[in-house]
Antibody, heavy 117, light 109 residues
Framework: EVQLVESGGGLVQPGGSLRLSCAAS????????MHWVRQAPGKGLVWVSR????????SYADSVKGRFTISRDNAKNTLYLQMNSLRAEDTAVYYC??????????WGQGTLVTVSS | QSALTQPRSVSGSPGQSVTISCTGT?????????VSWYQQHPGKAPKLMIY???KRPSGVPDRFSGSKSGNTASLTISGLQAEDEADYYC?????????FGGGTKLTVL
């Protein structure tokens, strides 16, 4: 059974940093592209970032470019999102999702990031 | 990277059909056949309902169907059931990025 479990969310002050993790199981993690998608409270889904299967290629939404870094450790079956210079507008539930041919077929349950002083 | 445009809400009675539109540009919806739709119940993770414009993953009822014309994609749900009440999001590949719609709240009357 495919499972994606996010962790690392919490309360952080504006300008602070946080690293999210997504532990994958039930499939060959190293064969799939992975994404982070976020959802602000009461708002819609917003794509954040994507990484290819071996970690050699990444892409980001303009809103996080230069502040967030996506990475992966295929030996640990784990996806990461390093978030720096956090702003109030980054407050959201962050989901990791598996990509198969440009669609997100499995999602984690999400981890809440709150940026507030 | 502007969000795709969806109606904020739609509604229908049990057994009826509803269609949710998703309008983008030639750089996303119109440029690729990689439109997908997701259902999200309150407090839950999104669930893939339609991919590649009109394909259904295993386990998704055939009451759900998708189509596309130009820069607008559509999700049609026929034979509405109470459990279909949820938020629905379209998503399109847009080159190196992906873009979601703002979401549509479906109410089953």
């Amino acid at each position: 059974e495919v499972q994606l479990v996010e962790s690392g969310g919490g309360l952080v002050q504006p300008g602070g940093s946080l690293r999210l993790s997504c532990a994958a199981s039930g499939f060959t993690f190293s064969s799939y592209w992975m994404h982070w998608v976020r959802q602000a409270p009461g708002k819609g889904l917003v794509w954040v970032s994507r990484i290819n299967s071996d970690g050699s290629s990444t892409s980001y939404a303009d809103s996080v470019k230069g502040r967030f870094t996506i990475s992966r450790d295929n030996a640990k079956n784990t996806l990461y999102l390093q978030m720096n210079s956090l702003r109030a507008e980054d407050t959201a539930v962050y989901y990791c999702a598996r990509d198969i041919l440009q669609r997100f077929d499995y999602w984690g349950q999400g981890t809440l990031v709150t940026v507030s002083s | 990277q502007s969000a795709l445009t969806q109606p904020r809400s739609v509604s229908g009675s049990p057994g009826q059909s509803v269609t949710i539109s998703c309008t983008g540009t030639s750089s996303d919806v119109g440029g690729y056949n990689y439109v997908s739709w997701y259902q999200q119940h309150p407090g839950k993770a999104p669930k893939l309902m339609i991919y590649d414009v009109s394909k259904r993953p295993s386990g998704v009822p055939d009451r759900f169907s998708g189509s596309k014309s130009g820069n607008t994609a559509s999700l049609t749900i026929s034979g509405l059931q109470a459990e279909d009440e949820a938020d629905y999001y379209c998503c399109s590949y847009a080159g190196r990025n992906w873009v979601f719609g703002g979401g549509t709240k479906l109410t089953v009357l």
